[in-house]
């Protein structure tokens, strides 16, 4: 192959037909709903087991190692590999191996840098031999991440998300499965070293057997400045979530220290849980629908209504059925008990989950219709905020303060809503409403019985019975719609 000469298929190309665009991305879309509901409940069963044989400071210890890497992970690309999934014309040699080149240019670079300030990282956060090693596995886990990009790519551009989730699986599974071995055999931090090696190599080879590519190394100063066109604003707009998130926990670590992190962490990833079920993969198709239909006001506005109601529908009551049974499910597993103190955080984590599940479909919405400005100077109010009140709050009330922080924030979503109000008359109460009250109503029953939930068995039955109380409310809350709510959902009308 000449280095000029396109790759075989460029489904980006406006020539490519749209019946065949469609159909690959509806496969797509079933395609990462079902990679995503079975790595949920992989890492769902994982976490729990983790959670049990771990202790908190070994999970903290995790989280802020974990913390450090991704932070170096944002400076090894500069927004070139988002450039050739969004490039309009055919990808040729050269647009790969000048990505390929320039990422493992910058990958080797930010490793150099990690190894060498070894040692002031240790000093910082107190870190212990084991956490070092953990630091570098997850260090050269970048490295093997950065060879698969290209592979990945190719996947992508050509929709077949089919075969880009079979990796993804397979990383997950062997992962989730490792950590919780080594953490049985009472390995501690060295869990999570040997589970992120382990989990680094199988991702690379899969991805190669499923799509062969040939790394080369090369520069094109034309194909380089047509992809830096695009990467470098795109990756200017993450770069503030960068430093809102992995950056406070880093800044945080030494406030609140690893146990401390280890609470939040504990937290903020159960409070989380039914969005990485549900949210991420809506918003994956809801952002190329918003697109298409920019151009009327009316279906737009149904369509960021629908949206909001699925969401609502499905997350409202697992953040209250959590909330409600996250004590009783404690006491009730001894060696669970141990994650008493993190019971606070995780309600306000939940708190915020609840208002993430309106505010990121509606971010989602304005890039969709071109406010790309708009998201941004949100993004700049919120990494404002975080900056302003966590870092106080955590002296203050310590790992409980950064938990409230993040309930306050969550609050501001109230300025996205006024701003897609603004724009498209969302009816907000009439999406919110049935399901928030639904969910009320079946916290309410949830809590009167929730003295007698003195073993596995009772919880396991009351979460049954608490999703049958949430439909048969829902049910006489918008009797016949809602089964046409659900109807549209499976099979949309022409």
């Known amino acids: 192959m000449s280095e000029s000469q396109p790759v075989e298929l460029d489904p980006g190309t406006p020539e490519i037909d749209l ?63 988002a450039a050739l999934i969004q490039k309009k014309d055919k990808l040729t040699r050269q647009d790969l191996t000048t990505t390929f080149t320039i990422q493992q240019f910058l990958v080797l670079l930010l490793l150099f840098l990690l190894f060498a300030n070894t040692g002031f990282i240790r000093s910082q956060y107190q870190l212990s031999s084991a956490a070092i090693y953990l630091m570098w596995a997850l260090g050269l886990s970048l490295f093997l991440s950065s060879l698969k990009t290209i592979p990945s790519i190719l996947l992508e551009r050509d929709l077949q998300f089919n075969k880009l989730v079979v990796p993804q699986i397979l990383e997950n599974l062997v992962f989730n499965l490792s950590a919780v071995y080594f953490a049985w055999k009472g390995w501690g931090i060295n869990t999570f070293t040997f589970a992120v090696l382990a989990r680094g190599f199988t991702g ?72 990485r079920f549900f949210m991420d993969n809506i918003t994956k198709v809801a952002f190329p629908a918003y697109a298409r239909v920019q151009h009327d006001p009316q279906v737009l506005k149904k369509g960021i209504e629908k949206t909001i109601f699925y969401l609502a529908l499905v997350s409202f009551p697992a953040f209250v059925g959590m909330a409600v049974l996250a ?28 208002w993430a599940t309106i505010s990121t479909p509606l971010t989602n919405a304005l890039n969709a219709i071109g406010k790309i400005k708009i998201t941004f100077k949100l993004m700049i109010m ?93 049910y006489l809350l918008q009797g016949k719609q809602l089964f046409l709510d659900l109807k549209n959902l499976i099979k949309p009308n022409r």
């Not at 797509?28 to 049990?52: D, E």
């Not at 800044?251 to 146990?259: A, C, D, H, Y």
């Not at 669970?336 to 915020?352: C, D």
């Not at 009439?430 to 916290?443: D, H």
């Open 204 to 275: 690379l080879i899969a991805i190669y057997i499923i799509s062969p590519w040939k790394p080369g190394l090369g520069l094109n100063r034309h194909s380089l400045k047509k992809l830096l066109n695009f990467g470098l604003p795109y990756q200017a707009n993450t770069f503030l979530a960068v430093i809102k998130d992995d950056g406070m926990t880093l800044f945080l670590g030494k406030l609140i220290g690893q146990t401390g992190l280890g609470y939040i962490g504990w937290a903020s990833r159960w409070a989380n849980m039914p969005l």
């Open 382 to 474: 919120w990494t404002v905020l975080t900056w302003a009140l966590m870092p106080y709050l955590a002296v203050k009330l310590g790992f409980v303060g950064v938990s409230l922080a993040a309930a306050i924030i969550a609050t501001s979503s109230i300025i996205v809503m006024y701003v897609i109000y603004r724009l498209v008359k969302v009816n907000f109460i009439q999406s919110l409403l049935a399901p928030t009250l639904a969910s009320f109503f079946m916290g309410s029953a949830l809590l009167v019985i929730t003295p007698y939930l003195t073993s596995l068995p009772r919880i396991i039955v009351t979460i049954f019975a608490g999703a049958f109380i949430y439909f048969i409310s829902l």
């Open 327 to 354: 004590l009783p499910l404690v006491n009730t597993i001894p060696r669970y008990q141990k994650w008493l103190p993190a019971l606070i955080p995780l309600y306000l984590y939940l708190f915020n989950a609840a």
């Open 19 to 81: 019946h065949q665009v469609k159909t690959r991305s509806i496969s797509g879309v079933l395609a990462l709903t079902s990679r995503t509901f079975l790595v949920q409940v992989i890492s769902f069963i994982a976490t729990f087991f983790l959670t049990v044989f771990l202790s908190p400071q070994d999970y903290g210890t995790f989280f802020l190692v974990s913390a450090v890497v991704n932070f170096l992970t944002y400076f090894s690309d500069i927004g070139l590999a």
